[in-house]
């Protein structure tokens, strides 16, 4: 069987699809996985040849850094955040169009993330061949979760608005869609994503716990299957900072109490000395030492034994979380399901996009808490590692750890689905 796995984002969007590849390439299937130009090195490299890497769509480094992201998706201007978020849905879309349609020959399905379904949807259909979507988080209909998660709201009320997001969503992407659909000789869509998925019978996958989410997996069905937490298998040597014996990071995690883990993903940081002076302030109050990463961030690095805080570049998280205390990160899903198998307590400071499902969810189980990244100061960090840093959060980190499905679990169930989807066709 032929895979083909087209995913733009950040690391973080395209890791679980990663994972997925390998799990099918591994047994004997062609995957070819489309990654951002500035993460093809490193697909490459976790993959070790055994998936067909290619360019798909534009540089995210670039677009995440750009004044479009910056600045007016997240004005408070309703209507200039709506037209930020119409041209970010349609940014690079013909770029990753062409390129689909070449990886896409002969592909007996197109398994894609939360980012480019409509495109992946219609190369799919008009190819007659299953579709597959990872979702990270909620992101259809329900009745059980708030599209704003911070509010508990009526079953009716969640639904309402759920519906109201989707048809945003398509009025924003149709023209573009039905220009495709009809380059591919499909007639033009005139219902949004999700009931298209539906009526063509394609999986929507979700790729975390379901039990983060209380409600959906009996609300949703076969439908939307839950698998749990895709990961990648371990790299050897891991990538990112040197963490082996005698390492100067290794030594200073080892010359003190188990620090605090920082680090904001691709999210771009506006100050990243207010963001270091914050923490410093934080440590010097509490005691405790600290290990930022600086991601995608303009942080010099900084590694001096005996100093409470410690400034690296990319570090993997599977590794250096269970060294840590407790982490404090942005809220991806990638990163959150790291800190939750370590069994730590998480504090998410949240940007936008899923990121504040998971502080909710994270809040929710007593296994940590959550605020906006822009609300985080010195004062406010201070206080909040009072509750962080409990017996009661880390007793109920580790629990929600132990109850959490084992990563070689999840991606093997997601690739069976896969598999049965090509399957069922063919038969």
């Known amino acids: 069987m032929k895979f083909v796995l087209p995913f733009t984002g950040s690391r973080g969007d395209i890791q679980p699809g990663l994972a997925l590849g390998i799990e099918l390439a591994e047994r004997g299937h062609e995957v070819v996985f489309g990654a951002p130009p500035n993460l093809m090195a490193f697909a490459s490299a976790v993959t070790g040849g055994r998936v067909t890497i290619v360019a798909f769509g534009p540089d995210t480094k670039a677009l995440l850094e750009s004044e479009l992201v910056r600045t007016r998706i997240k004005s408070r201007n309703p209507r200039v955040r709506f037209a930020a978020l119409a041209e970010l849905a349609n940014f690079g879309w013909d770029r990753m169009v062409a390129e689909l349609t070449e990886m896409s020959t002969d592909a007996d399905a197109i398994v894609t993330g939360t980012l480019g379904q409509e495109m992946a949807f219609n190369m799919a259909e008009a190819q007659g061949i299953p579709f597959l979507a990872l979702h990270y988080c909620p992101l259809r209909r329900n009745g059980s979760m708030s599209v704003s998660p911070n509010h508990r709201l009526p079953a009716l009320v969640n639904r309402t608005t759920w519906s109201l997001l989707e048809t945003v969503r398509w009025r924003s992407m149709r023209l573009r869609e039905n220009a495709q659909r009809t380059s591919l000789g499909l007639p033009g869509a005139t219902h949004p994503l999700p009931k298209r998925i539906e009526q063509y019978g394609g999986i929507e ?207 093997r169930a997601a690739a069976d689905l896969a598999e049965r989807a090509v399957t069922r066709t063919v038969s």
């Open 205 to 411: 996958i979700q790729a975390y716990d379901g039990n983060l989410f209380p409600g959906l997996r009996a609300e949703w069905g076969t439908a939307r299957p839950f698998v749990g937490f895709l990961e990648l298998p371990p790299v050897h040597p891991p990538l990112g900072a040197d963490l082996g014996a005698g390492s100067p990071l290794r030594e200073w995690i080892d010359s003190g109490d188990a620090p605090l883990y920082f680090g904001f993903g691709s999210m771009p940081v506006r100050d990243p000395e207010a963001l270091i002076e914050s923490i410093t302030e934080a440590c010097a109050a509490t005691g405790h030492r600290a290990l930022v990463s600086s991601g995608w961030s303009a942080i010099p690095e900084r590694l001096n034994a005996g100093s409470r805080v410690a400034i690296v570049g990319p570090v993997d998280h599977g590794s250096v979380f269970p060294l840590c205390r407790a982490v404090i990160h942005h809220g991806g899903a990638g990163t959150t399901a790291a800190g939750i198998r370590a069994g730590r307590p998480t504090m998410v400071c949240w940007f936008s996009a899923d990121q504040p499902f998971w502080g909710t969810a994270v809040t929710r189980v007593g296994a940590g808490l959550s605020t906006q990244f822009a609300r985080l100061d010195g004062p406010t960090l201070t206080e909040a590692l009072g509750t962080l840093l409990s017996d009661e959060t880390s007793y109920r980190a580790q629990q929600l750890a132990a109850t959490t499905t084992h990563p070689h679990d999840a991606v």
